[in-house]
């Protein structure tokens, strides 16, 4: 028997049938298409789920369950996204909408939950109870499981570390606040970061790497720089992976996760990251002379993530 899961994104829709190993045996997608009406968004989510079904040579009686992870906020008492703004969703009645369409029972949480679920599951975490994922993106997305169980809140919008602050009274973000983790932590800072440091040195060596294009700074334009010797790109990571390090300490301190993963573009840099990320952290942890302390690894995963948390819902 297979389970589907969805990963309901604000650029793609990706439909994948989960074997009973947690093994993704087929896959369709199809572009979102973002804005229009969320009942256009559904009949392509039941299209891409029974051409994975089609793919992987199996019939709608083979299927549990379907779970879809998706961007924004979920009341899982209902199944209504009660808003993701990026989709132009306002308390949609997501559940009802899409078992009309599939026929099976539907379960919904938001993406970074589901990812974290995945991870947890069937990636990094091993079947581990207490995990926390993040991903260094365009912001920094996050998923908390304690117990075994995702952390959703009274609101169903828990787990959103990239909205703690970090720096009291700093860059304003777009949620409200300032000093926002995410405007420090995120590739999309980073990228900033970089830019900066580069109009502040005309003489750095990324500007070579881009080719004297500001525009095509990247988030593994310092991260290059550093390794060709340059020093004001060493200063950027540095700088960059403190921010980090300063973020994930503050998660161990609050949850003394077994395992925090790390995910996203950034996280391809792997040890070279993660090592000096540790090295931080440890001393900054509260629980410096615990016997046992949270490992801090690269997600394993990538964007199957999601698709497999999702199915995932329905346990």
Not at 42 to 54: G, H, P, R, W
Not at 123 to 137: M, P, R, S
Not at 218 to 239: C, H, I, L, W, Y
Request: net charge negative; with cysteine.
């Amino acid at each position: 028997m297979y389970r589907i899961g969805v990963d309901l994104g604000g650029t793609n829709i990706v439909a994948g049938i989960v074997d009973e190993n947690n093994n993704i045996v087929a896959k369709a997608e199809t572009p979102t298409n973002t804005p229009r009406p969320a009942e256009a968004i559904f009949d392509d989510i039941a299209k891409v789920s029974f051409e994975a079904l089609e793919k992987a040579g199996a019939t709608p009686d083979d299927v549990i369950s379907v779970g879809v992870g998706t961007p924004g906020s979920v009341n899982k008492d209902n199944g209504n996204i009660e808003f993701a703004n990026n989709l132009g969703f306002d308390n949609v009645p997501a559940k009802e909408m899409l078992e009309a369409r599939l026929h099976k029972n539907v379960y919904l949480d938001n993406d970074a939950n589901c990812a974290a679920l995945g991870e947890a599951v069937a990636g990094c975490g091993n079947g581990v109870k207490d995990f926390v994922a993040i991903t260094l993106g365009t912001g920094v997305g996050s998923g908390i499981i304690v117990g075994g169980k995702l952390v959703v809140g009274k609101n169903f919008a828990a787990g959103e570390m990239g909205h703690h602050v970090i720096v009291f009274g700093g860059i304003p973000c777009n949620c409200g606040r300032r000093g926002c983790w995410e405007k420090y932590a995120s590739a999309t800072a980073l990228i900033s970061q970089t830019k900066e440091a580069m109009a502040r040195d005309k003489d750095t060596l990324m500007w070579q790497l881009v080719g004297g294009d500001i525009d095509k700074v990247n988030g593994r334009t310092a991260f290059d720089g550093e390794r060709q010797g340059d020093a004001t790109a060493k200063k950027v990571v540095e700088q960059y992976i403190a921010y980090v390090a300063c973020g994930v300490a503050n998660i161990v301190n609050t949850f003394q996760p077994e395992i925090v993963c790390v995910g996203g573009g950034i996280a391809n840099e792997g040890e070279n990251l993660l090592a000096r990320v540790r090295a931080i952290v440890e001393g900054d942890r509260y629980s410096k002379h615990a016997k046992v302390q949270t490992k801090i690894l690269k997600a394993q995963l990538g964007n199957n993530a999601g698709v497999i948390g999702a199915a995932l819902l329905d346990e």
